[in-house]
């Protein structure tokens, strides 16, 4: 039976007791079941949903002032009336408690300060002021403010740019385009009373139709700020009003700006009660809002009563409770019908009218939403994993280039833009950002079908909706330059990393300094010489590393440099254990990429010069010494007589020159043997040493050849004692190993002034020819020079008379001696020779006629001769198949010749088919003797014609760096009087090591002349020198035999393999050169059966022992061989000695022990220098 509708509310409603109370009772049992485990995720939870409300409602304060900016770019010029009338329509105060209101900061020029006022105050702001006023070069002030009541009013005007914090945050705002929130602050509207801690919130509005795609236009398309301020304690009352998280269980809440934990940047706190040590429900959250980061911290006041089963009482009173009033309620429904429709008419009205309300103001969005850079939208993920868009601006067109109809129901035509290495970044992490509710912040690239890629940047909040999927709100922006900028700067990062590596590796020391003379940089090689870390020298001045006085001196030439003047010192650097080091050091100024007037600091470059320093010093004692006697050699002689006849003419004195010979020299050293033949030199040049006066000068010219210069002499005849006094202290015997030797010597003299003018050659010249005049006088003896030589003068000027003849006549030829790279066979040119094809005597060497005219205009003409022969042979050559370079002599008059550069542009001109790279120069070391500003831009010219120079005779003059240094030559010639005696003399050894040492340093070439002999090849390749020329090569040769001569020669088979010698294994080469020597002399004197003395060799100190001591272990056990058979000659040689000494006849078979002894050693010798060797190609 039906119930009458008058007991059916009844019937309901019992229905609705029983089972309210049947539901109560099960809910309180299963409370009582989860309260224990759900205590720390429910408190999790809490924490997570604070931090996601505060986070949102920055977001959505954020999304209010871009939209307040949004009106202002699009609107233009709009009045404070206006200004309050859209926010009041935002409603933002009722919406969001704690806001108050939406200003708009101004950004102004000092020249528009005064203009700004002015306007403001017409506007009805009489009072208007911008402050706090002081110079700026940027000034902001607050000019919109709603709501325009209360506390608000004191802000209008005020400039907060002025303020370090609001500063920061405005231009991190105007530079990214985003909204940015300052660090904690005291508000300027605080009154006396409830200070609370305050932020401030910008979003940067640009110029309408602005491109603010870069910093720099961002900053240019600046007009002004919109923000808001918050009390802190307000907004987040605020904003967790409405969120239950428990502070009826005593939960305690603090807000801190950054990312630690700090009472200065305390925000907010939720009670003001002391804080409590962290418990196990301590949690911690962070909130990244464009780069600034808050952090939020959760815990319990009184965790221990947390846990409890109070909720399960709760709970079945408040489900009974619940019940009857649910009953209550359906009876009061059931009651109240006609009163519900009636309410619910005026509801639907209300909604009309609210719907027209948002129609209004979702079309002002619209347009706000078009104003904003990129593409505003809503995104909407349904749970069977479909998407659309259902709302996207107009930007989407320049994001996706897709329209927002196309995507408003389906999403998949921006899926497929997505680049595939991306898209399961931005599939995880829109998940994640569903599941956590968390904003969802990321950037990908689009490929689109013309083949370009974009990068973009997503920012939005997700929503839940109630039929389960998840919206997201929020911005995308194209962020494709800033990418290139960041991928540019990464990439210079790398290049500079690089570059550092590659600097480590130098062995230079590199370093830079600030203006304060502080280190920078320093690559490992300056690290290494200051013995000390990067992070230990960089930042200071290197105070630690250097004493006071040598500090001083380093930061005086920074100074120097950093006005802007590059320096050029050296210094020296005392090592623990070792020599002190000399370093060259460079310093440049650095000058800002953007202002070249300003210098930033300064780069050094120190470079260790020590061996090129002891190589200098080594060279200039060769250079002005005589290596033997120790007596000035013939270069230090000319510059000492040249001084002494300035001294001469400018005091009006006078001097004499004597040149002596020693007579009866060479039969002693061909019988005695060298080593007898110098000691007998050493001995006669001390004692001429100290027959001198103090103050002359005695010098060791060559051979058995000395000059003396004596000072204040006032005749010739003055000088006749001291002349007695030489030829008494040659004549004198000498006693070497008890053999008494004795020579005589013959004296020429000469004096100046002389009537005629002369110089010092000249002067030395006159002597010599008194001298010979001496020798065919009967030796012995000394010979004043006189007037008679003036017939030699005449024979002279006919000399001259038949060269010039010669020259018209056509009878010089060229002889051509090739020149070749001994390793690999390849003829690398050839010298060209004159020869003179006399009538009557013949093919006669340059010796009979160069030196006669030396100093004529002759040698001009002669030169003149030479070049052109050479460049019309050159190109008989190349007609024939054959590109040959060809060397020619240039002597000093020709050198300096005014029309020498002219001559050869006209010879390349003449000759166009010639390179002028084939022709090279050969200078005469002693043509620049005295004159070398004059002679180096002679040859720079040159150079700039193409033409290669080279220096001749090398070692024969002053062998000065600084020549090396400024004379731009590529190659030095070595003298052959260097090579000739090389395998005899271990002095001569030194001289050409010491040379191919300078000429390493200067980057030069180095070509040996003199090369007679394999032997002397050996020499040379074992050296590193591998360009030579010479008689064992081939002799000078006329044109027509070259082709000939190319086509047939061959370089000595094992020159190919032959390797050069490391610095430390030289001694061998030493050694064998030593024992070469003396085992010949030995082999000599044993085999003559002549009483002559035996030849000394100082085992202990020779070239071989000191090697061998100086190996170490592991290298004397490679070395073992060597050692034995040296000890095993030793004995020999003692043995031999022994007998000889006792005149005890020596047998056939003793010499031929001998020699097999020497011949395992010098075999011995070789192995070991082709062993220790390496091989060395020449590019």
Known sequence: MLLSPTYRPSVFSGLIIALGVLITLFASLQVKQITEKAALKHFSLIADQATAKVAERLGDYALVLRGAAGLLEAAGDITHDDWSHYVQTLKAAQNFTGHLGVHFTQLLAPEELERHIKQVRNEGFPNYRVWPMAERDTYTAIVFIAPFEGRNIKALGYDMFSEAARRAAMIQARDTGQAALSSKIQLK????????????????????????????????????????????????????????????????????????????????????????????????????????????????????????????????????????????????????????????????????????????????????????????YEYRLYPDNTDCFPYASEGIQKIYRLSPAQVKNDASLIHTLIHPNDVATVQSSTAYSAKNLTPWRQEFRVCFADGTQHWLFGDSSPHPEEDGSISWYGVMTDITQQKKIELALRAANQLTL???????????????????????????????????????????????????????????????????????????????????????????????????????????????????????????????????????????????????MRQVRRLQGSLVVIYLDLDGFKQINDNYGHAVGDQLLIELASRMQAVIRKGDTLSRIGGDEFVAILLNVANLEDSVTLCERLLAAAAKPVYIDQERLQVSASLGVSSYPQPEELDPDQLIRQADQAMYQAKLAGKARYHLFDTEQDRSLRSHHESLDNIRAALSAEQFTLFYQPKVNMRTGETVGVEALIRWQHPSEGLLSPVHFLPIIENSSLTVAVGQWVLNAAFKQMRAWQQQGLSLAVSVNINARQLREPNLIPQLKQLLQDYPDIPAHRLELEILETSTLGDLSQVTPILAQCRELGVELSLDDFGTGYSSLTYLKQLPTHTIKVDKSFIKTVLEDPEDLAILDAILGLAHAFDRQVMAEGVETPAHGDILLRMGCELAQGYGIARPMPAKDIPTWLAHWQPEPHWADLPVLRRDELPLLYASIEYQTWLTQLMFILRSNTEQPWPKMDFEHSHLTRYLNSLPSQGAQHHCALATLHQQLQQEVAHLQQAYQNQIPLSESDLALLEQRQQQLFAELAHVMNENGYLKYSS
């Not at 809440?253 to 925000?267: A, I, K, S, T």
Request: include cysteine; hydrophobic fraction near 40%.
């Open 498 to 644: 690089r570059f550092r590596n590659a600097l480590d590796q130098v062995q230079a020391c590199i370093f830079m300094k600030d203006t304060e003379s502080r280190y920078t940089y320093a690559n490992r090689a300056m690290l290494e010489l200051l013995n000390c870390s990067a992070p230990a020298l960089l930042g200071t001045q290197g105070e630690h590393c250097f004493s006071t006085e040598r500090l001083t001196l380093f930061n005086q030439s920074d100074k120097e440099t950093l006005s802007g003047q590059a320096k050029k010192s050296e210094f020296v650097i005392n090592r623990e254990a070792a020599e002190p080091a000399t370093f060259l050091e460079v310093k440049t100024p650095i000058y800002d990429e953007e202002d070249d007037s300003q210098i930033v600091g300064l780069l050094g470059i120190a470079t260790d010069i020590t061996e090129l320093k002891n190589n200098e010093y080594k060279l200039q004692r060769l250079a002005h010494y005589d290596p033997l006697t120790k007596l000035p050699n013939r270069v230090l002689l000319a510059d000492r007589l040249q001084q002494a």
């Open 189 to 376: 509207i605080e009154g006396a009373e409830d200070i609370q801690a305050g932020s401030i919130m910008y979003v940067p509005v640009y110029q309408a139709d602005a491109v603010i795609d870069t910093k720099e236009q961002r900053q240019q398309a600046l007009i002004g700020w919109t923000h808001a301020a918050y009390r802190m304690d307000d907004m987040m009352q605020g904003v967790l009003h409405d969120l239950q998280y428990g502070n009826e269980a005593g939960i305690d809440l603090y807000l801190y700006d950054g990312g630690e934990v700090n009472e200065q940047q305390l925000l907010h706190r939720s009670n003001n009660s002391p804080p409590l040590p962290p418990s196990m429900f301590f949690q911690e959250r962070a909130i990244n809002f464009n780069g600034h980061q808050w952090l939020l911290t959760f815990d319990y006041q009184n965790p221990h009563h947390i846990i409890s089963y109070t909720s399960s009482w709760l709970t079945l009173g408040g489900g009974l409770l619940l019940t009857f009033l649910l009953f209550f309620l359906v009876h009061s429904i059931a009651s109240t019908r006609s009163h519900a429709l009636l309410l619910a008419k005026q509801l639907t009205r209300k909604v009309e009218r609210r719907e027209q309300e948002l129609k209004v103001a979702l079309e002002r969005l619209q347009t706000v939403a078009s104003r904003v850079p990129g593409m505003v």
